[in-house]
């Protein structure tokens, strides 16, 4: 499972999925670590897991009463204060879609 | 009292203010000269948070009145790591993208230490986002190892580690995801625990793998330890996988311990005095009467592996909430997706990009199958041999680490980085409880450097760790 090098283009194409710029000069540094990395973890591939799916029980979902955790604006003023940008006690981010 | 007050331990200390041998607030001015003292050399902390005189008055005059009945941490300066939410406080997890957090609510593990009358003496460093075995990897510079200031101090809380080592608080606060909290107290020369998952709240943690991070003490004993263990461990409506007293079955043990011994796992890749200090150590334990087994996990030798999947594809999830929009640095670009891309590569580290980088390939089309799900069902399987294992023993113990801290630069390539880590995974991928006890020095270049024995038992066990470390460390609890 770990035969493939990763190339300069397999982690810039990693990077623009994870949102995040890798400066050219350091994609084959990266490329070079990221093959040693999974040769490491490519150690997986000689284990042999039992056929029949997870051994231990599941894990369980705890849920909590669907209500209002905390009177509304308990914390607005100190999360507002937070924000880079706003408008009132509104978060101000750029227009996604557009009318043209 | 012959030694200074900021190299009491938690217990002496408590004792003394009891006794009125001191005040809370000459104990608070000793750790907090001591701290500005060592800081610009050690780096240890980000932050030396002022005197807050009305903590210090309540805390004094909450032992005037309670006495014995007192919390034993009423009054105690204590450092916390910089990814453990204090409301009012810059929590920025040693990051550039959280450099101007302010933490908007108090962490359980927070509230219950001030509700103790504990005194914070300020956010240590540690690696970016907890990502690292050195604290080399902070955006703020490393932190230096105060045994040896050439040396690392282990990480990811390498700034807890230094500050009480360095007796600038008398304890600190980690959190632990591979081994954090133990590695470092082992480079450090002192006790180090992370709970049974679930036991402590991680509710106002800063997330790094959420199904492996706990919050834990770093301490000069086994008792403080337990001290700060007892304080902070209990249900949270606010973070659902905390345990219940019922969770898990009482485990019953006799006086002589049963301590599984894995010698598999002890045959190569060690120093040769870690490992003669660490059976120096069960010798010493056998002649107080309790026995060795051999027991065998074979599936051990892959968990470091499973880990470099588990935790960097847990990363990428949560640390893709950094995005630039509601708090934190905040680049802008010509678009909103800009706005995302700039803020992350600038604020980002280059450990911290790399596994969200790795985090983001294990979990992508093609590849979830092979890394990703079967790293999970070989937790799976691991987490089932030490259930098993511990049919026939009551604690299972290794050395923490394979050498002694290390010098600064040394591991420069990440693999060799990860491989600090290749005992004290496994405790976080199958949510045991696990402590790190000194057991030793051993030389390097003239220099005398602690290493640490490390026990881990089995869910909900957490008590018998500190049986077993105060077993070797000599102490009383």
Redesign the interface.
């Known amino acids: 499972?770990s035969t493939a090098k990763a190339s300069a283009e397999d982690?810039a194409r990693?990077?623009s999925?994870?949102?995040?710029?890798?400066p050219e000069a350091?994609l084959a540094r990266?490329a070079t670590?990221?093959d040693?990395?999974l040769a490491?973890?490519?150690?997986?591939?000689e284990?042999t897991?039992?056929e029949s799916?997870?051994?231990?029980s599941e894990v369980r979902?705890?849920?909590?009463e669907d209500t209002e955790p905390y009177a509304s604006g308990t914390?607005t003023e100190?999360?507002v204060?937070?924000?880079?940008?706003k408008s009132g006690d509104s978060?101000s981010?750029?227009?996604?879609i557009s009318h043209d | 009292m012959t030694k200074p007050l900021n190299e009491l331990t938690i217990v002496e200390a408590a004792k003394g203010l009891r006794s009125k041998t001191f005040s809370v607030q000459e104990l608070w001015d000793a750790c907090s000269a001591e701290a500005a003292r060592r800081n610009p050399e050690l780096n240890a902390y980000l932050e030396l948070f002022p005197a807050d005189a009305d903590a210090i008055a309540r805390a004094q005059a909450r032992i005037d009145a309670e006495g014995e009945n007192a919390s034993l941490l009423c009054g105690i300066p204590l450092a916390m790591k910089d990814n453990i939410l204090i409301e009012g406080h810059v929590a920025s997890a040693a990051s550039k993208m959280l450099a101007n957090y302010t933490a908007t609510y108090d962490s359980t593990v927070t509230k219950k230490l001030k509700e103790a009358g504990v005194l914070f003496v300020g956010r240590t460093n540690m690696d970016e986002f907890a990502m690292g075995s050195s604290t080399e990897h902070s955006a703020y510079g490393p932190t230096k190892n105060p045994v040896d200031v050439t040396r690392v101090p282990g990480g990811s809380s390498g700034g807890s580690s230094a500050a009480a080592s360095a007796h600038t608080a008398l304890a600190a606060l980690g959190t632990d995801t591979g081994g954090s909290i133990r590695q470092p107290a082992a480079h450090t020369g002192l006790v180090g625990m992370k709970p049974t998952y679930g036991r402590i709240s991680r509710s106002g943690l800063i997330a790094l793998g959420s199904s492996l991070d706990q919050a834990g003490p770093l301490a000069k004993s086994v008792a403080d330890a337990k001290i700060l263990y007892d304080v902070m461990k209990g249900h949270d409506p606010l973070d659902a996988t905390t345990l219940t007293d019922d969770t898990y079955p009482v485990k019953e043990v006799g006086k002589s311990l049963r301590i599984g011994v894995p010698r598999h796992l002890l045959v190569e890749g060690l120093d040769a005095d870690v490992l003669e200090s660490f059976e120096r150590t069960l010798a010493a334990l056998t002649e107080k009467g309790h026995t060795l087994v051999d027991v065998s996990l074979p599936t051990s030798g892959y968990a470091l592996s499973a880990y470099y999947v588990i935790m960097p594809a847990e990363a990428s999830a949560n640390l893709a909430r950094y995005d630039g929009i509601r708090y934190g640095l905040a680049e802008r670009g010509e678009s909103l997706l800009e706005d995302y891309v700039q803020s992350k590569s600038s604020g980002f580290g280059s450990e911290t990009i790399r596994r969200i980088l790795l985090g983001t390939f294990v979990l992508s089309s093609g590849y979830i199958d092979a890394y990703y799900r079967k790293a999970d069902k070989a937790r799976d399987v691991l987490r089932a041999e030490y259930d098993a294992a511990f049919g026939s023993c009551d604690v299972i113990a290794f050395p923490t680490t394979p050498s002694p801290a290390f010098r600064f630069g040394e591991k420069s390539d990440p693999v060799s980085m990860y491989l600090e880590d290749v005992f004290t995974v496994t405790a976080n991928l199958t949510g045991m409880p696990a402590i790190s006890v000194p057991m030793g020095m051993v030389e390097r270049d003239g220099v005398s450097l602690p290493v640490g024995i490390h026990f881990t038992s089995a869910h909900g066990a957490d008590d018998l760790l500190f049986t077993m470390g105060a077993e070797v460390t000599g102490e009383t609890l």
Do not use: H
């Not at chain 1, 490491?40 to 591939?45: E, I, N």
């Not at chain 1, 981010?93 to 996604?96: E, F, L, P, S, T």
């Open positions: 499972m982690v990693l990077a999925l994870a949102r995040v710029t890798v350091d990266f670590e990221f040693s990395i490491y973890v490519g150690k997986l591939d284990l897991l039992p799916g997870r051994v231990q979902n705890v849920l909590r914390w100190k999360i204060a937070q924000f880079p940008e978060l981010v750029k227009q996604i």
